[in-house]
């Protein structure tokens, strides 16, 4: 089975990866196989400790490299599959409601990262009018002509 | 050896250079007609000054005169010398020109305060150790180049000269006109203002607002989450009475657009502009015309890219252009609301039937008439006393029987044909009614002879004036529960309003008074609008009889009672705040997020419990904050209101609050918008997804799709 190796220096939780030296190699499947958690073992190359990321043709998938098994000229790899870039395109165009963005937030939408101390600072905006407690007027009732 | 020398026409002096032994000055000459008129001889120093301009060659000689000698101090030498150089009538004033060498070291220039009489400016000079120019900005100009790195190239022009005072060299600088220039204390002050807005070294700020001819927008532009632009725009204008602001304004083709607008768009004369990679270098003009300069900022981009931009301005800034026409064509602020959401420019619907936009509310008036019968007369202290004591307590008999004579209508109760007393704390009671003056007052048929106003209608209310509430954060803290907002009305008591009435609109405050009974009413006014309105009793009857005084016992009980039910009511939202914390709290139950270089499946669990531990320490505070801000109360009663405050204020009482710096590239805003995952740039959190149709996956992958995506992922 040819894979395809790759250093990926995109953190996960992206849309996106950025893939570098690329290395083609062959691998054999560890039975039983599952293709979302595969386990490979392939002859060793020192190059595949520095690598991270792999696409297998034969599933269709990108993997991330979980972990790596050297027993002496043979290498094991533990994968994970990558939801994310695999169908990216889907997911790209999947409709969805956000909870949060980058791009539409809303300012005025009640945000839990607004932290609160304790206490206020108060503002006092005065108006001009002055009512007169001293020099007032005294109105008189008076029944009259 | 000392040269005087007259120079007509015209003359321009360029590239002074200092070359170790001696300096240059290149003078160019458009008119030949140079006349020696006096010879001053003194010692001379080792300065040759070179002057070249239409064939004439005075290579060797020194210009004029003021003095020339050597000093010596601070361990320096200074070769010092100045001349004149006079012009003829039809460039009618003289200019001065005088430089200072100092051989060793001529860093430091400084301004000192010039004397603005009689003579030209100086645009630039030069720096002699190094032939390097530094502008000074003395004849600013629009789309002037305000060099961070001093150049080579310099024009000094007449007007300009330096002196040696307290031990520091200065140069001085004289100008015919009226100073129209920004002067700042140096260099670095003038780079400051004119990249950062920064007034501290800008010597003549106070006295000539030449800041407020420049505008700026300092306007940071995202894209699909990614910083598009961080460009600042600055544009001058030549008049200072101009207003200038901006307008949302839509565009089908295009969303949102800013768009500036002007009164008269001839005056805007120049825009610059400084993109993010050359902040660092000066302003330089804009190819945008400048209704169009901001189009770079549109918002929304018919779904398929949105862009979040930013700015900090001093622009007015208006949810429509019907607003900003408003403001331009006549100054009128009051539906100013720095208003960049289009949410809130359509949310100005405050009253009236749905979908109504209501501008303004009118109050009634009284159209009743006190001209007969009962009349009420407005008297000050000085004409109440001496209604008491030279009228109805008189001892004078006549007036006695007079007084008896003129209520024989009302029997044996006679007193009862004075009504009451009351005193009202306004000074002048055409703020309330409409007055008449008189000399007499009728008791019964009796006419007493005292001054007075009389009352003829209560038909006004008093304007207690106006203030523009500006939003202070532009989100949602400036609203409750993080912004709280009280009206402590005199006479009226005090109330906590909601705050989105007032926010962002001139707000009014007009108080009702009843001359009658003295009750009052506070209205209170949004953009013209009545959002609130609070009674009270701004009257304190003064009694004359028992019946007076029984009344006035009876009022003042009924006031306390009234007020007892309001005291202490404290703002009453921390609920509100429970709830949201707890709708949060949902929203993000189940979802699994990611973290940083984390497991997939595991790692969201953390970062949703980050967010729900944020909402509760967040809201934990708010709630314990929102205990006891204010305290609320009615209104008093008697003379009690005359203890309270005599202003009408609102108090704005802030939660303090902390919000990342980095909100929106991290974990974005709050936001409730659908559309394609494509469409949205940086981080999306989705509180609802659904997976397009042609997904290949399983349904495992599938779920762990759905996971992610209501944790938070960064799309692009």
């Known amino acids: 089975?040819?894979?395809?190796?790759?250093?990926?220096?995109?953190?996960?939780?992206?849309?996106?990866?950025?893939?570098?030296?690329?290395l083609v190699s062959q691998g054999h499947l560890i039975d039983p196989c599952d293709v979302l958690n595969p386990v490979i073992k392939m002859a060793y190359n020192a190059y595949q400790v520095n690598i991270n990321y792999c696409y297998i043709a034969d599933f269709g998938r990108y993997y991330f490299i979980n972990d790596y098994v050297i027993e002496g000229d043979t290498i094991t790899l533990y994968l994970h599959v990558d939801v994310l870039y695999t169908y990216r395109n889907t997911i790209l165009q999947s409709q969805c409601v956000a909870l949060r963005s980058s791009s539409h937030g809303n300012l005025y939408f009640k945000d839990d990262f607004i932290q609160a101390e304790n206490g206020y600072r108060y503002n006092v905006s005065k108006f001009p009018y002055n009512f007169a407690s001293v020099g007032g007027t005294y109105i008189l009732y008076i029944a009259g002509r | 050896m000392t040269i005087r020398e007259t120079i007509k026409k015209y003359i321009e002096v360029n590239n002074i250079r200092y070359n170790g032994d001696y300096s240059e000055l290149d003078l160019y000459l458009q008119d030949a007609d140079i006349e020696p008129i006096v010879d001053e001889q003194?010692?001379?120093?080792?300065?040759?000054?070179?002057?070249?301009?239409?064939?004439?060659?005075?290579?060797?000689?020194?210009?004029?005169?003021?003095?020339?000698?050597?000093?010596?101090?601070?361990?320096?030498?200074?070769?010092?010398?100045?001349?004149?150089?006079?012009?003829?009538?039809?460039?009618?004033?003289?200019?001065?020109?005088?430089?200072?060498?100092?051989?060793?070291?001529?860093?430091?220039?400084?301004?000192?305060?010039?004397?603005?009489?009689?003579?030209?400016?100086?645009?630039?000079?030069?720096?002699?150790?190094?032939?390097?120019?530094?502008?000074?900005?003395?004849?600013?100009?629009?789309?002037?180049?305000?060099?961070?790195?001093?150049?080579?190239?310099?024009?000094?022009?007449?007007?300009?000269?330096?002196?040696?005072?307290?031990?520091?060299?200065?140069?001085?600088?004289?100008?015919?006109?009226?100073?129209?220039f920004n002067i700042f204390k140096d260099v670095n002050s003038a780079i400051a203002y004119y990249r950062d807005g920064d007034a501290d070294g800008f010597l003549n700020a106070d006295s000539y607002a030449t800041k407020k001819f420049e505008y700026f927008i300092k306007n940071t532009v995202y894209k699909n989450g990614k910083l598009l632009y961080y460009r600042d725009y600055k544009f001058k204008t030549d008049s200072q009475a101009d207003p200038h602001c901006m307008a949302l304004v839509r565009n089908d083709s295009v969303g949102y657009d800013h768009i500036l607008n002007g009164q008269n768009s001839n005056h805007i004369t120049q825009i610059l502009s400084r993109g993010r990679s050359d902040r660092a270098n000066e302003y330089a003009p804009t190819s945008s015309a400048p209704t169009e300069y901001l189009r770079y900022s549109q918002e929304t981009a018919g779904g398929n890219n949105y862009t979040v931009s930013f700015w900090r301005t001093n622009i007015h800034c208006f949810g429509n252009q019907n607003d900003a026409d408003d403001y331009i064509s006549t100054g009128n602020t009051e539906n100013s609301t720095n208003n960049h959401d289009v949410n809130r420019a359509n949310n100005t619907i405050v009253?009236?039937?749905?979908?109504?936009?209501?501008?303004?509310?009118?109050?009634?008036?009284?159209?009743?008439?006190?001209?007969?019968?009962?009349?009420?007369?407005?008297?000050?202290?000085?004409?109440?006393?001496?209604?008491?004591?030279?009228?109805?307590?008189s001892t004078d008999t006549d007036i006695k029987e007079a007084i008896l004579e003129g209520t024989q209508l009302f029997g044996a109760n006679q007193i009862n044909a004075i009504n009451g007393c009351m005193y009202l704390p306004i000074s002048d009671i055409s703020d309330i009614a409409s007055v008449s003056s008189v000399n007499k007052c009728f008791i019964g048929t009796y006419e007493a002879p005292i001054t007075a106003q009389r009352v003829v209608a209560n038909d006004k209310m008093i304007n207690c004036g106006s203030a523009v509430f500006e939003p202070t954060y532009g989100d949602v803290r400036d609203f409750e529960p993080y912004c709280k907002i009280y009206a402590m009305l005199p006479y009226c008591g005090t109330h906590e309003l909601t705050i989105s009435k007032y926010i962002g609109k001139t707000v009014t405050i007009k108080y009702a008074v009843d001359v009658t009974t003295g009750a009052c009413t506070a209205y209170l006014y949004g953009n013209n609008v009545i959002m609130d309105s609070f009674d009270g009793t701004m009257g304190v009857q003064r009694p004359i009889t028992a019946v007076n005084q029984q009344a006035q016992v009876s009022s003042i009980i009924n006031g306390i009672m009234g007020t007892a039910e309001s005291v202490s009511k404290t703002v009453g939202t921390a609920g509100m705040a429970i709830a949201g914390g707890s709708a949060l709290s949902s929203a993000t139950t189940g979802a699994k997020a990611i973290s940083a270089g984390g497991e997939i499946a595991n790692a969201g669990t953390n970062f949703?419990?980050?967010?729900?531990?944020?909402?509760?320490?967040?809201?934990?505070?708010?709630?314990?904050?929102?205990?006891?801000?204010?305290?609320?109360?009615?209104?008093?009663?008697?003379?009690?209101?005359?203890?309270?405050?005599q202003y009408p204020y609102f108090i704005?009482?802030?939660?303090?609050?902390?919000?990342?710096?980095?909100?929106?590239?991290?974990?974005?805003l709050p936001s409730n918008a659908g559309g394609a995952v494509g469409g949205f740039g940086g981080f999306l959190q989705c509180s609802a997804f659904n997976l397009a149709n042609g997904f290949g996956g399983t349904d495992a992958e599938a779920n762990e799709i759905y996971a992610i995506m209501a944790s938070g992922v960064y799309v692009s």
Request: aromatic fraction near 14%; include cysteine.
């Open chain 2, 42 to 180: 003194r010692d001379t120093i080792n300065v040759e000054i070179r002057c070249i301009g239409n064939d004439i060659d005075i290579q060797g000689e020194l210009y004029n005169y003021n003095y020339l000698t050597t000093l010596n101090r601070a361990d320096s030498l200074y070769y010092f010398f100045t001349f004149d150089i006079a012009f003829d009538s039809t460039f009618d004033h003289i200019a001065r020109f005088s430089l200072k060498f100092n051989a060793i070291d001529s860093n430091t220039w400084q301004y000192i305060d010039p004397t603005w009489v009689d003579f030209h400016a100086v645009g630039s000079f030069t720096r002699l150790s190094d032939q390097q120019s530094i502008n000074i900005d003395t004849d600013y100009y629009d789309g002037e180049v305000i060099p961070l790195i001093p150049t080579q190239t310099t024009i000094i022009r007449p007007g300009c000269w330096t002196d040696y005072l307290d031990g520091e060299q200065h140069i001085t600088m004289r100008i015919s006109d009226v100073n129209s």
């Open chain 2, 351 to 393: 009253d009236g039937h749905i979908g109504e936009v209501v501008t303004q509310t009118d109050n009634g008036t009284s159209g009743i008439s006190f001209a007969y019968g009962g009349q009420i007369y407005a008297l000050t202290s000085v004409n109440l006393a001496s209604f008491f004591t030279n009228v109805l307590f």
């Open chain 2, 608 to 645: 949703g419990g980050g967010v729900q531990g944020t909402i509760l320490q967040g809201y934990n505070a708010l709630q314990a904050s929102l205990d006891a801000p204010m305290s609320t109360r009615g209104s008093f009663s008697g003379v009690l209101g005359q203890f309270g405050n």
């Open chain 2, 652 to 668: 704005f009482a802030w939660l303090k609050t902390s919000k990342p710096a980095n909100e929106i590239e991290t974990v974005g």
């Open chain 1, 1 to 22: 089975m040819q894979i395809d190796f790759y250093k990926n220096t995109v953190p996960k939780n992206r849309l996106y990866r950025n893939l570098t030296g690329h």
